[in-house]
């Protein structure tokens, strides 16, 4: 390729190798470090996956003991993070307030300076203990609720759930949301991750990166989508009203938020299996409305312009049903996206080039400054 053919947004562009993921469009499938992510969803912990993804390998009993034993002491909010959530106007979006918690977080790490590979461990552990707290605080002091402290005795998920609504949640409830969270946590040279490989590139440290990728996914061509999902749900209101909804939206040249995506071209790998967990939500809530919806306007979308759901489509009305509101939903995909993006940081930093890309120049010729 020479430094004149573009290739706008990066399509099609192979700009490094990874070992953590590996996206195939073709046969619709993702591999976490070669196992499909449909197996890992079934059979592991949230923790055993995040492990599989900064180590290469599922964890041994005793490493996942030790894992978890410091992820669960590390859970509780660091009273200054705190301090300044509650100093963030609650007109704020909870992912700028949770941009600014990771920001924080950082500058208060006891190992801010240091990038040797186990110190980036022990600052990604942090953070995957450190973060559902900052959501769940953040959600609860909007709806003027007081904080819950996280609880030892469970798991990652549970213990979100938990935190952010105090009370323990279904089996359902638990199962469907480790299930988002395993097919969240890493997806290849997505948007953020990118943003968090270039901010490496440049040496700079682990939560500097991390809080570049927060920026990048809040938009709603990447993360944010699945809180658009939702918002979208509920201006279409009644399933009845899909194919009018969408009629309006594409004559009005709207993106239909939850569709579409730049790899995958005939349906996203993840989907099939966040919609059969949606499905166990909607039964246990009889919410069967939200089903026929969601099912009118994806047959709409495909049958209108033959484009496919991606996995905020299905998320976003689980988490709604799981209890969150909606603006909370993206930082919910922080919470799984920071495992992915601190493995990204570590490979980055072991075979790093810095990311400067070209650009070619479309501005003014050369011109003389008018004398002043
Ligand atoms: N709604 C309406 N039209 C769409 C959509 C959509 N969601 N997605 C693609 N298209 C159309 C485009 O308008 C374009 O049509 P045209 O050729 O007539 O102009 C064509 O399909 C190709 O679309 P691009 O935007 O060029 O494709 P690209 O690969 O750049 O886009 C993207 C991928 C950004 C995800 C796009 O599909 C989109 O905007 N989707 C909605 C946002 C969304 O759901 N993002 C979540 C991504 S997945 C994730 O983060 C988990």
């Given at each position: 390729?020479?430094?004149?053919?573009?290739?706008?947004?990066?399509?099609?562009?192979?700009?490094?190798?990874?070992?953590?993921?590996?996206?195939?469009?073709?046969?619709?499938?993702?591999?976490?470090?070669?196992?499909?992510?449909?197996?890992?969803?079934?059979?592991?912990?949230?923790?055993?996956?995040?492990?599989?993804?900064?180590?290469?390998?599922?964890?041994?009993?005793?490493?996942?003991?030790?894992?978890?034993?410091?992820?669960?002491?590390?859970?509780?909010?660091?009273?200054?993070?705190?301090?300044?959530?509650?100093?963030?106007?609650?007109?704020?979006?909870?992912?700028?307030?949770?941009?600014?918690?990771?920001?924080?977080?950082?500058?208060?790490?006891?190992?801010?300076?240091?990038?040797?590979?186990?110190?980036?461990?022990?600052?990604?552990?942090?953070?995957?203990?450190?973060?559902?707290?900052?959501?769940?605080?953040?959600?609860?002091?909007?709806?003027?609720?007081?904080?819950?402290?996280?609880?030892?005795?469970?798991?990652?998920?549970?213990?979100?759930?938990?935190?952010?609504?105090?009370?323990?949640?279904?089996?359902?409830?638990?199962?469907?949301?480790?299930?988002?969270?395993v097919l969240y946590a890493e997806h290849s040279?997505?948007?953020?991750?990118?943003?968090?490989?270039?901010?490496?590139?440049?040496?700079?440290?682990?939560?500097?990166?991390?809080?570049?990728?927060?920026?990048?996914?809040?938009?709603?061509?990447?993360?944010?989508?699945?809180?658009?999902?939702?918002?979208?749900?509920?201006?279409?209101?009644?399933?009845?009203?899909?194919?009018?909804?969408?009629?309006?939206?594409?004559?009005?040249?709207?993106?239909?938020?939850?569709?579409?995506?730049?790899?995958?071209?005939?349906?996203?790998?993840?989907?099939?299996?966040?919609?059969?967990?949606?499905?166990?939500?909607?039964?246990?809530?009889?919410?069967?409305?939200?089903?026929?919806?969601?099912?009118?306007?994806?047959?709409?979308?495909?049958?209108?312009?033959?484009?496919?759901?991606?996995?905020?489509?299905?998320?976003?009305?689980?988490?709604?049903?799981?209890?969150?509101?909606?603006?909370?939903?993206?930082?919910?995909?922080?919470?799984?996206?920071?495992?992915?993006?601190?493995?990204?940081?570590?490979?980055?930093?072991?075979?790093?080039?810095?990311?400067?890309?070209?650009?070619?120049?479309?501005?003014?010729?050369?011109?003389?400054?008018?004398?002043?």
């Amino acid at each position: 390729m020479t430094d004149q053919e573009i290739r706008k947004g990066l399509a099609g562009v192979v700009v490094d190798t990874t070992a953590i993921s590996k996206v195939n469009p073709e046969t619709n499938s993702l591999l976490y470090r070669g196992y499909p992510v449909q197996q890992l969803a079934e059979r592991c912990s949230f923790e055993q996956v995040a492990w599989l993804l900064w180590y290469g390998e599922l964890p041994t009993a005793e490493e996942l003991a030790a894992f978890e034993a410091r992820e669960r002491a590390g859970r509780a909010l660091d009273p200054r993070v705190r301090h300044v959530i509650d100093e963030a106007p609650t007109s704020a979006h909870p992912m700028d307030v949770l941009r600014t918690a990771v920001s924080l977080a950082g500058v208060l790490d006891p190992e801010a300076g240091d990038d040797d590979r186990e110190a980036e461990l022990r600052k990604a552990e942090r953070l995957l203990a450190a973060i559902p707290g900052m959501v769940a605080y953040d959600q609860r002091r909007r709806r003027g609720q007081e904080p819950v402290e996280p609880r030892e005795d469970l798991d990652w998920s549970r213990n979100f759930l938990w935190t952010t609504f105090g009370e323990e949640p279904t089996d359902v409830a638990a199962d469907v949301f480790r299930i988002s969270m395993v097919l969240y946590a890493e997806h290849s040279f997505n948007a953020s991750t990118f943003t968090a490989r270039v901010v490496t590139s440049t040496l700079a440290d682990l939560h500097s990166a991390v809080v570049a990728a927060v920026g990048a996914l809040k938009g709603p061509l990447h993360g944010g989508a699945n809180e658009a999902v939702m918002v979208a749900f509920d201006e279409i209101g009644f399933a009845d009203r899909a194919e009018a909804w969408l009629g309006e939206a594409l004559a009005a040249k709207r993106k239909i938020m939850g569709f579409g995506h730049r790899v995958y071209k005939h349906g996203d790998s993840r989907v099939p299996t966040m919609r059969a967990a949606l499905d166990r939500l909607v039964d246990e809530h009889g919410a069967h409305e939200v089903a026929a919806l969601y099912d009118r306007l994806a047959t709409a979308m495909d049958e209108r312009k033959g484009i496919k759901p991606n996995l905020d489509y299905p998320s976003g009305p689980a988490y709604a049903l799981l209890g969150f509101d909606t603006p909370t939903f993206t930082p919910l995909f922080v919470a799984s996206r920071v495992v992915g993006w601190t493995a990204h940081v570590m490979e980055q930093r072991a075979a790093n080039a810095l990311i400067r890309p070209l650009s070619a120049y479309d501005g003014p010729a050369e011109r003389e400054v008018p004398a002043q």
